[in-house]
């Protein structure tokens, strides 16, 4: 929906919250799960089309392995 931005740092998929207006607001860095990376491994993902959830592939290691995270966000407080 625009109100957040995820980025990996180092094996983990964090979010920031994002409040335009005249001054841009960054909220506190949120961790949201853990991937398990080899050295020179990537790992690329996309949210779901609903906000609810995240398809992560991890490649070269177990690029013919995929993982469908949904309701990640389910328990944490907003």
Do not use: C, H
Not at 3 to 29: D, H, I, S
Not at 37 to 42: D, E, K, Y
Not at 52 to 65: K, L, M, Q, T, Y
């Amino acid at each position: 929906d625009g109100k957040e931005l995820f980025y990996w740092t180092r094996n983990q998929l964090m979010a920031v919250e994002l409040r335009p207006g005249v001054e841009w607001v960054v909220g506190p860095r949120k961790p949201l799960f853990q991937v398990r990376l080899t050295s020179g491994a990537l790992a690329q993902y996309d949210v779901l089309p609903n906000g609810r959830g995240f398809v992560v592939s991890v490649e070269p290691e177990s690029s013919s392995r995929l993982a469908v995270i949904t309701n990640i966000l389910a328990g944490l407080k907003r």
